[in-house]
C-alpha cells in the first residue's frame, strides 16, 4: 500500500492523512518532502511493529498484546486515546487478559462479550470489542468471529450521533451563559474549542485586535493512561494549532470583565464546566448538547449560514473536511423543513389543471358527448 500523497492546506502547510491498523493518523508538517518522511516513517514503524507482534504471537497475552499494540503506535495516537485502550485493558474482558491471545477462541469471545452486554453500555461494548478484534489482527493474522448484536449495534449507532443546538436555539444559551461565572469557557466551546484546548488556554493565548480578540490554540490539557493531567504543546492534530477569532459579542465582553494578563482562562475543572453548561441550557429551557457538541454547533451554524467549508474548517481545526462533512457538520431541523417547503412549492407552482377544470372534462376522461 503506497504512502498518500501529502494536500496543501490554506495555511501552507502540508497534510496527509494515513490509516493504519483501523486507527487514522493525522501528519502535518511545513513542507511536502517532511510531511512525505514522516508518514513513510510512522508507516515502516507501523508495519515492523506488526512483524514483531506477529511473530510473538503465539506466546503473548491479551493484556500484553493490548500494551504491544499501543507502544507501537505511541507516536500516532493522543495520550487520551492510549488511556482509553488501557481502561479496557483494566477493566473489560479479565477472563480473557491473562490467557495467549492465539488460543482464545471465537466461542470464549462471543462469551465475554455477551457478559459485557448485560452490564455495559452498547457503545461502551462496541469500543471495547473494535479494539481488541484490531489487537488480535496485530498479533495473529485474522480478526476473531465476534459479534455485538444488531439491535445493540444500532443502539450504539444512534448514542454515537451527537447532538447540537439548533439555529434559534444558539441565542437562548449565549444570553443563558452569558450570566454565568464560566461564560468565557463555555461561549468558547462555542467558538469551535475543545475542552482540552479551553483547559490548556492561557490568558496570554488571548490577544486584542481592532476587530476583537483572537484566541491562540498552542497547548492542551489531557489525561494520560495513568489518570493523571498533564499539559501538552501542541493540540489533537497540527491543523488545530491555530488562530481562533472571538465573533460573538458576549464572548468579547466577557473576556475584557475577566481577562488577566497570564494564568489559566478556566480556573475550574472540565466536570465543573459541563455541569455549569448544563444548567445554562435547563435555565434557557433547551436541551443540553454537552461541551463537544458545542462545537459540533459551531459547524453546523456554519453550513447553516452558508459559511464556505474551508473557512469552518480551519477556524475549527479539523484536519481534513471528510471529519467535518461526516461527524460535525449536521443540518438543523429548520434547514430541512425548509427545503421540504421549497420542493413541495416547486410541484405545487407547476401543477397542471385538475380534471375539473379542464374544458367540461370527466375524471373519467369523457367529454359527457360535447364535440
Excluded at 462545537?295 to 456554519?302: D, I, N, Y
Aim: aromatic content about 6%; hydrophobic content about 35%.
Amino acid at each position: 500500500m503506497k504512502t498518500p500523497k501529502p494536500k496543501r492546506l490554506p495555511s501552507g502547510s502540508w497534510h496527509v492523512q494515513l490509516r493504519l491498523g483501523g486507527e487514522s493518523i493525522s501528519i502535518t508538517e511545513p513542507t511536502e518532502k517532511l510531511c512525505t518522511q514522516k508518514a513513510q516513517l510512522i508507516k515502516a514503524e507501523h508495519l515492523a511493529g506488526k512483524k514483531r507482534n506477529q511473530a510473538e504471537g503465539a506466546g503473548v497475552t491479551l493484556s500484553r498484546a493490548i500494551e504491544l499494540y499501543c507502544e507501537d503506535r505511541s507516536n500516532g495516537l493522543s495520550p487520551s486515546t492510549i488511556r482509553k485502550y488501557y481502561a479496557v485493558k483494566e477493566n473489560h474482558f479479565q477472563e480473557l487478559m491473562p490467557l495467549r491471545i492465539d488460543r482464545i477462541t471465537d466461542r470464549q469471545w462471543q462469551r465475554a462479550v455477551n457478559a459485557m452486554l448485560g452490564t455495559y453500555a452498547p457503545k461502551t461494548v462496541k469500543v471495547s470489542v473494535g479494539l481488541v478484534k484490531t489487537v488480535v489482527k496485530a498479533a495473529c493474522g485474522h480478526f476473531p468471529d465476534i459479534s455485538i448484536g444488531k439491535a445493540s449495534a444500532q443502539k450504539a449507532r444512534e448514542m454515537d450521533k451527537v447532538r447540537f443546538l439548533e439555529p434559534e436555539q444558539i441565542p437562548l444559551f449565549v444570553k443563558s451563559a452569558s450570566k454565568s461565572p464560566l461564560s468565557v469557557p463555555m461561549l468558547l466551546a462555542l467558538s469551535s474549542l475543545r475542552i482540552s484546548e479551553i483547559d490548556g488556554l492561557d490568558w496570554a493565548d488571548v490577544v486584542s485586535g481592532k476587530d476583537g480578540f483572537t484566541v491562540k490554540i498552542r497547548r492542551v490539557r489531557i489525561m494520560d493512561k495513568d489518570g493523571n493531567w498533564i499539559l501538552l504543546d501542541g493540540a489533537k492534530n497540527e491543523t488545530s494549532v491555530r488562530n481562533v477569532p472571538v465573533l460573538i459579542p458576549e464572548l468579547n465582553k466577557a473576556i475584557k470583565e475577566a481577562r488577566k494578563p497570564s494564568g489559566k482562562v478556566m480556573d475550574c475543572c472540565q466536570e465543573t464546566l459541563r455541569r455549569s453548561a448544563k444548567r445554562a441550557c435547563e435555565n434557557a429551557g433547551i436541551p443540553f448538547p454537552g461541551i463537544h457538541g458545542l462545537r459540533h454547533t459551531f459547524a453546523s451554524l456554519s453550513a447553516h449560514l452558508g459559511i464556505p467549508e474551508i473557512v469552518s474548517q480551519e477556524i475549527g481545526g479539523w484536519a481534513n473536511d471528510k471529519t467535518m462533512k461526516e461527524i460535525y457538520t449536521h443540518v438543523a431541523r429548520s434547514d430541512v423543513a425548509a427545503s421540504l417547503s421549497k420542493i413541495r412549492a416547486f410541484y405545487e407552482s407547476n401543477q397542471g389543471p385538475t380534471a375539473d377544470e379542464n374544458d367540461g372534462g370527466t375524471s373519467d376522461g369523457s367529454d359527457n358527448g360535447k364535440s
